[in-house]
């Protein structure tokens, strides 16, 4: 067999198809492992959504596991209007922006609150001041690691407090940088708001929470897997007519 293949010249074409089929079978074989990911990730995080709040306390003794997001918690505690820092979040209907909220809870922690969205034209507090609650507060919402800016994500503007990505950190400091008397470190995290109760006035809306996670990994196995086939099938077409198999010499 060996000497035929030399002899047909298909040694190397035959190591490559091989090569080939082994990264493709890998390729396919890999999206059905984050296939599998995937749904228990969906799964564990409709449980977390959808699931009565907890103390924000007791969640955050979470922080050395790492096992935090989208964990369903309450917090009560005191808003810093003056605060505020606007995250760019334009939607279909227009411009907007999230507003990022700092509270000092009543356990003496400081968090940020995403308080929900507002169109631009209500950007500024002086247009919704329903919604700026005064005294002592609880609200419910969902906790929210700090991502990693996108490759093409702008830098944030600190000095006109345009935010593109939350980095909380750097939030902080700005926002206390003329509040001396105030907690200077905050959660290394934030919390979404719950749409429900909603702020007085519907600004700023809550429940700005993605959920919806995209699942098309058994689509991406079956293409890969596909592929794989379609490669079998034309070396054997390949191999087969430089092997004379077509034309009866062999």
Not at 155 to 179: H, S
Request: net charge positive; aromatic share 10%.
């Amino acid at each position: 067999m060996l000497r035929k293949l030399k002899e047909a010249g298909l040694i190397w074409p035959t190591a490559a198809a091989l090569l080939a089929l082994a990264v493709l079978l890998a390729l396919g074989s890999w999206q059905m492992q984050r296939k599998a990911w995937k749904e228990d990730l969906i799964a564990r995080i409709l449980t977390r959504t959808t699931a009565q709040p907890v103390d924000l306390p007791a969640a955050s003794g979470l922080a050395n596991q790492g096992d935090r997001e989208y964990l369903h918690v309450a917090v009560a505690g005191r808003l810093w209007h003056e605060h505020e820092r606007y995250l760019y979040a334009p939607t279909p209907a227009g411009l907007g922006w999230h507003v990022f909220t700092p509270m000092q809870t009543t356990s003496g922690q400081l968090v940020w609150i995403n308080r929900g969205w507002v169109p631009d034209a209500r950007k500024d507090p002086a247009g919704r001041q329903l919604g700026q609650l005064p005294g002592t507060v609880r609200i419910t919402g969902l906790i929210r690691e700090v991502p990693a800016p996108g490759l093409f994500t702008p830098a944030n503007d600190a000095a006109r407090n345009l935010w593109y990505w939350p980095d909380i950190a750097a939030m902080t400091a700005d926002a206390y940088r003329a509040a001396p008397g105030a907690t200077r470190t905050a959660l290394p995290f934030w919390i979404d708001a719950d749409a429900l109760p909603g702020s007085p006035g519907g600004l700023p809306k809550g429940g700005v929470t993605r959920l919806e996670l995209p699942n098309r990994h058994l689509e991406y196995a079956l293409t890969w897997y596909g592929i794989a086939v379609t490669l079998i099938g034309v070396y054997f077409a390949f191999a087969a007519n430089r092997l004379g198999l077509f034309s009866g010499n062999r």
